[in-house]
């Protein structure tokens, strides 16, 4: 069963940075893509981030290409999202999810919230100016 649990969530002024961590158990052993995703109330969850484990290709929204980097580290089964230069706008719940999809996806399609099964509890970023 896959368990993802976010953490580094948190208040901070806008120009300010945060690290968002992901700890995953129950991975599956094949390939899979893994991202971060956020919402804000009443409104739909929107990609922000996703890498897929068979090469490590990263798929970035065009909002934080530029400011946001994902990365991973596979021996301590834990994906990262470092996000600079935070804007008001940033503010939202962060949720980690991850799932086995079609290999090679474009950017749009692996930024897609629906196709993702495994989801995390969020963490809450807030960006004030």
């Known amino acids: 069963q896959v368990r993802l649990v976010e953490s580094g969530g948190g208040s901070v002024q806008a120009g300010g940075s945060l690290r968002l961590s992901c700890a995953a158990s129950?991975?599956?052993?094949?390939?899979?893509?893994m991202g971060w995703f956020r919402q804000n109330p009443g409104k739909e969850r929107e990609g922000v981030a996703v890498i897929w484990s068979g090469v490590g290709s990263t798929y970035i929204a065009d909002s934080v290409k530029g400011r946001f980097t994902i990365s991973q580290d596979n021996a301590k089964n834990t994906l990262y999202l470092d996000m600079n230069n935070l804007r008001p706008e940033d503010t939202a719940m962060y949720y980690c999810?991850?799932?086995?999809?079609?290999?090679?996806?474009?950017?749009?399609?692996?930024?897609?919230?629906?196709?993702?099964?495994?989801w995390g509890q969020g963490t809450q970023v807030t960006v004030s100016s």
């Open positions: 999810a991850a799932d086995t999809l079609t290999p090679s996806m474009t950017a749009i399609q692996a930024l897609r919230a629906h196709l993702y099964n495994h």
């Open positions: 129950g991975l599956p052993s094949g390939t899979y893509y």
